[in-house]
């Protein structure tokens, strides 16, 4: 079963930027939507943003006009760029993907930490 593997987190001060990535240790096919998520201490899991195989996409509130998620489905990898970075952005990031049949795969997760 293919795996996926987040890198590029890290400390930055506020207003810095972070692009995280995110691939496939294999091959998965029919992807419906690949994502990131991210989980705050103390507080559940939430969408951070989603990239459909038609190319629509879809963001938090929190993070429209500051993160951009781009995916490529042939590589089996997303990314998400991350601008104008706020303490509140502190999170563990977590990669899925999500395929047609159901399937549900999530990387381990990489520490952003926003603080000056």
């Known amino acids: 079963q293919a795996q996926l593997v987040e890198s590029g987190g890290g400390l930055v001060q506020p207003g810095g930027s972070l692009r995280l990535s995110c691939a496939a240790s294999?091959?998965?096919?029919?992807?419906?939507?690949m994502g990131w998520y991210r989980q705050a201490p103390g507080k559940q899991r939430e969408l951070v943003a989603r990239?459909?195989?038609?190319?629509?996409?879809k963001y938090a509130d929190s993070v429209k006009g500051r993160f951009t998620i781009a995916g490529d489905y042939g590589k089996n990898t997303v990314s998400l760029q991350m601008n104008s970075l706020k303490t509140e952005d502190t999170a563990v990031y977590y990669c899925?993907?999500?395929?047609?049949?159901?399937?549900?795969?999530w990387g381990t997760g990489t520490l952003v930490t926003v603080s000056s």
């Open positions: 899925n993907i999500v395929t047609h049949a159901g399937m549900d795969y």
């Open positions: 294999g091959t998965i096919f029919s992807i419906y939507h």
């Open positions: 990239i459909f195989t038609g190319g629509s996409t």
